[in-house]
T-cell receptor
């Protein structure tokens, strides 16, 4: 599948800080999705983006679908300890129903 | 059930053995997907079912891997002649209809080949 580059690989922050992570693709995607995965669990969908330029919020989370359709970012405001986990971007191209995932950003939040 | 159920949650097998991993999707979900997640990586697509048929099996790594969904509900991923490189978490997901946003993932089966 298409290569997705997700950064940073890991983040170690204090409770209350804002977090930003992003994802770039080598090709155009029609859908950008952000997932969170806790240990021993499957990924859980946080935000779905369907249109270039779209900015969507879900509580303290905000994500944007890049204008070029080759990138997306996720921001988390006022982080709390339960934000700890691995965040994955995923993209959906025209060529089928498979999702291409990034390698993940591991987030650690200290109280 | 309320979510996607995968069994077993853990499986340890010897190299060369055959294994079956089961996925019970959310009732009424017609689309079912299998992904494989290696340590430190994101999930990688294996196969997608729409109803009983495999609509896209382009992610299966080789012919040792096979999946079925005979009645359009439960699916079984079958791996023959397992190799150590097959060790990973195998994730199943289902959705009401085909498409990427309505996925619900199960907790996965952690397969270890020794």
């Amino acid at each position: 599948g298409q290569q997705l580059n997700q950064s940073p690989q890991s983040m170690f922050i204090q409770e209350g800080e804002d977090v930003s992570m992003n994802c770039t693709s080598s090709s155009i995607f029609n859908t950008w999705l952000w997932y969170k995965q806790d240990p021993g669990e499957g990924p859980v969908l946080l935000i779905a983006l369907y249109k270039a330029g779209e900015l969507t919020s879900n509580g303290r989370l905000t994500a944007q679908f890049g204008i070029t359709r080759k990138d997306s970012f996720l921001n988390i405001s006022a982080s709390i300890p339960s934000d700890v986990g691995i965040y994955f971007c995923a993209g959906h191209s025209n060529s089928g129903y498979a999702l291409n995932f990034g390698k993940g950003t591991s987030l650690l939040v200290t109280p | 059930g309320a979510g996607v159920s995968q069994t077993p949650s853990n499986k340890v097998t010897e190299k060369g053995k055959y294994v079956e991993l089961r996925c019970d999707p959310i009732s009424g979900h017609t689309a079912l997907y299998w992904y494989r997640q290696s340590l430190g990586q994101g999930p990688e697509f294996l196969i997608y079912f729409q109803g009983t048929g495999a609509a896209d099996d382009s992610g299966l790594p080789n012919d040792r891997f096979f999946a079925v969904r005979p009645e359009g509900s439960v699916s079984t991923l079958k791996i023959q002649r397992t190799e150590r490189g097959d060790s990973a978490v195998y994730l199943c997901a289902s959705s009401l209809k085909a498409g990427g946003d309505g996925y619900t993932f199960g907790s996965g089966t952690r397969l270890t080949v020794v």
